[in-house]
């Protein structure tokens, strides 16, 4: 078993794919519409998605623009091989750090979180950049 996507909610499709393909440098692998039941996906990943990594699958349900965010949910982490590079890379292309990279509290790896168009929170770790799930390269 494996974990093979997670889904989002978004208001503006376009809006989230734009910030998921230029600003953390996802590839937009497939889209779908359903007419019937008015929604479209889109998926998006690194290195080409399933199989290989888990992708984001991104749902935009026709007429909705905003969805309240609930307690529940944490937030996407990703693996990079430079955080603080990874922020520059972020910040120059529009996107919100929203916690600057550094050691996460009572450790040693270096983490940094970006907050997407529409409000989802992602953990950028640092990792070897041979380590599998690396992105931002």
């Avoid at 996906?41 to 290195?47: E, T």
């Avoid at 199989?51 to 007429?63: D, F, R, S, V």
């Avoid at 982490?77 to 916690?99: H, K, L």
Wanted: with cysteine.
């Amino acid at each position: 078993m494996r974990i093979l996507h997670t889904m989002l909610r978004v208001g503006d499709l376009q809006r989230s794919i734009d910030f998921y393909t230029r600003v953390l440098g996802m590839q937009l692998l497939r889209t779908s519409e359903n007419p019937e039941y008015r929604y479209t996906l889109a998926f998006l990943g690194y290195d080409g998605g399933n199989p290989g990594q888990a992708e984001i699958e991104l749902t935009y349900n026709w007429g909705v623009d905003k969805y309240e965010m609930g307690t529940a949910y944490g937030h996407i982490a990703i693996g990079v091989p430079d955080v603080y590079a990874a922020c520059e890379r972020i910040r120059a292309a529009g996107g919100t750090i929203t916690r600057e990279p550094g050691p996460v509290k009572g450790g040693t790896t270096v983490i940094a979180f970006v907050t997407d168009p529409d409000g989802y929170k992602i953990e950028l770790i640092q990792r070897d950049v041979d380590a599998p799930g690396v992105g931002l390269r």
